[in-house]
């Protein structure tokens, strides 16, 4: 299964999961958005952070979501192989693994 069918799936998994708890999903929601904004960080950092965090958690539907997120917000494939290096130096050999992970998503998710 490619990554972007990952990421259609996952897309789908979480739709299922707002249907099935509204209030607590909004929540979250609400929880992100406010989270996300630009203030002293903008939101293509903020989310480069994130992406990070996936990686050191190793939490590949969540890596595929935030390197979706830090396309979307502009992030160039500079900005987050830098971020994925500092990943990498909070995460050891699991996070090498998984930035190499993250790395591959980005560039499949960049040509479609």
Request: negative net charge; hydrophobic residues 40%; contains cysteine.
């Amino acid at each position: 299964m490619s990554y972007t069918d990952k990421f259609a799936e996952t897309r789908n998994n979480l739709r299922n999961l707002r249907r099935t708890i509204p209030e607590t999903f909004a929540g979250f929601v609400a929880l992100e958005q406010a989270a996300s904004q630009d203030r002293a960080l903008p939101h293509k950092t903020k989310e480069l952070i994130a992406l990070g965090i996936a990686v050191g958690l190793r939490c590949e539907d969540c890596i595929i979501s935030h390197v979706g997120a830090c396309l979307r917000a502009g992030a160039n494939r500079e900005e987050v192989a830098e971020a994925l290096g500092t990943a990498i130096q909070m995460s050891g050999g699991p996070g090498l693994m998984y930035a190499a992970k993250a790395l591959s998503v980005y560039d499949e998710l960049y040509e479609s």
